[in-house]
């Protein structure tokens, strides 16, 4: 009877350890993930709903004109200021041409103003000295009048002389007032008829250099749609270049993770193209204005009455490291995933922070034709106002 009652007991106690195994697992499971929440979770919050983002550069004419040559290709790379389009120019040279002949002859007309002054300041000194000569013969013959060796009659003369050479001289001094309107505070280059041509040289010398659609930045040509003899008005999309090392990362967070979330804050950034044998270092830089929804190209209408609850994301925008994506260049649209550390939580959650100084972007290639124009313009005027060589 002992041995069959010992039996069950020793069962009961096997069934009693294991269960005891069993529970200092759950309990250990149980903590590790409490520890886990505590040091690690709790300060994290995670999303796989991240793509990469990036400048899509439009590439349009400035001016209408038909196609006559086209430099790159999707998938091409183009450094600033390549050539990637031609516009038939013969129009924009023909107008060109006419108004660079018609600001060399303002020039030579304006010359002629300078000219004409000083040959009208010649004709007003020859009338003084025909009024002071007249003046000179009316007095000697006033003081022999009275020995009657002069008659009245030439005294007579010699006073309508005066008013005569008085009214050469007049209308001397008034034709040289008058064109002295025309050139006073000025010179040939700054004179106000030869600056009206010059601009219109400029506007010419402008719609002739819009002719070669240049590159604004480096980067790949992309959504390429103009062909060789189409017809192109300004504004036209013919291409795009993207300038992959300007990406960024916009991650879609619920709008429960963030409440802890904050500018600043560090993230790591893995891509589905190279797994998780590439990390990459990231920052916060910003908060989208509003959810994804409603921006959407038909945002839904919560007040129709059909309303279903939705967790709504928001879009978290994080920058890279640059010499990380050099190394391991991105592509617009990517999938990635996205961790952000929210350990540091001070400052507020939607700063106001004011753009930088002076702009973000910028491109000086369409700087080069302002100052070609200009040294254009400068030649065409030295050579014309006797200030230079010819040719």
Known sequence: MAQEEAVPRNGNGKRRRALTVILLIFAAGLAATGAWWWLVAQWSESTDDAYVGGNVVQITPQAPGTVIAVRANDTDFVKTGDELVRLDRADAKVALEQAEAQLARTVRQVRGFYATDSQLAANAAQRESDLARAQQDLARREAAA???AVSREEIEHARDGIKAAQAALAAAREQQKANRALTDGTSVAEHPDVK?????????FIAYARTVIPA?????????????????????????????????????????????????QAATVVADLYGGRVVYKGKVIGFGAGTGAAFALLPPQNATGNWIKVVQRVPVRIALDAAELAAHPLQIGLSLRVDVDTHERGG?????AQPAAGPQETTAVFEAPERQAAERIAQIVRQNSGAGPKG
């Not at 009206?196 to 010419?204: D, W």
């Not at 604004?216 to 189409?230: C, D, I, W």
């Not at 507020?348 to 106001?352: F, K, N, V």
């Open 348 to 352: 507020p959650r939607l700063p106001q």
């Open 196 to 204: 009206a041509a010059a601009a219109k040289v400029h506007e010419a």
């Open 146 to 148: 009275p020995s009657g």
């Open 216 to 264: 604004p930045l480096a980067g790949f040509v992309a959504k390429r749609s103009v062909q060789v003899g189409q017809r192109v008005s300004a504004g036209t999309p013919l291409m795009a270049v993207i300038p992959l090392e300007q990406v960024w990362v916009d991650a879609n967070f619920k709008e429960s993770q963030l409440a802890h979330v904050r500018v600043g």
